[in-house]
């Protein structure tokens, strides 16, 4: 059994009301956000000798960022597995103590 109510003369049930509800208030907010628009970052001027130059530096500009990610969790997995390494090194010494 589904509670009614009565709208406009019709009966009504209430999950008709609840997903009219949150039909409504979600396409509302995604109406009311602005439109996409994707500008491009303006970095300084590249000087470059020929076309093959310039766009390897543009391909660098996006692919330098990604390696030094890399490099940091490269660097991080290092430290982790050094403390693992003294961790795992000091238990051995204690379980022949």
Do not use: C
Request: glycine letters at 6%; aromatic letters at 10%.
């Amino acid at each position: 059994m589904v509670a009614t109510y009565t709208i406009f003369g019709r009966q009504v049930g209430s999950h008709v009301l609840a997903m009219t509800t949150l039909g409504t208030t979600f396409a509302g907010i995604y109406l009311a956000m602005p439109a996409k628009t994707k500008e491009k970052e303006a970095g300084p001027p590249i000087n470059a000798a020929s076309k093959d130059e310039e766009k390897f530096i543009q391909y660098a500009h996006v692919l330098l960022p990604w390696l030094f990610s890399i490099y940091r969790r490269m660097n991080t997995s290092h430290l982790i597995l050094r403390d693992f390494l003294k961790n795992a090194n000091g238990d051995e010494q204690k379980a022949k103590a």
